[in-house]
């Protein structure tokens, strides 16, 4: 696979209250790598899966060289992957003119 900036990674808890990782703590832990652009967490069910996005390439092919595919961290075992994805793309939410009228109903029930 090509190099690149995106991180696949899948983290096995020890628990179910090291389940509930934030966006925040996850950059704060893969900033000591490199900068980071950003997380998708993307699943909390059994395993915690994200995408990681770092701003350059040397620091997403440093991380994944320098670690054994599985290595143990603050969250639990972590396995780390190359990815073939681009980059993390922001979903907006929209609002339609239907779900405005829904929610001013919710709020004339009140």
Do not use: W
């Not at 652009?37 to 770092?54: G, L, M, P």
């Amino acid at each position: 696979m090509a190099k690149t900036r995106m991180i696949f990674c899948v983290i096995q808890t020890p628990n179910k209250e090291n389940s509930h990782i934030s966006k925040e703590q996850m950059i704060d832990f893969f900033s000591q790598y490199g900068p980071v652009n950003d997380i998708e967490i993307f699943s909390r069910k059994v395993k915690i899966k994200a995408f990681v996005e770092f701003k350059n390439v040397e620091s997403a092919e440093a991380l994944i060289e320098n670690n054994p595919s599985e290595f143990p961290t603050c969250f639990g075992k972590m396995r780390l992957v190359r990815s073939d994805k681009e980059k993390i793309v922001t979903r907006s939410i929209m609002v339609t003119k239907t779900d405005a009228s829904i929610e001013s109903l919710k709020n004339l029930v009140k």
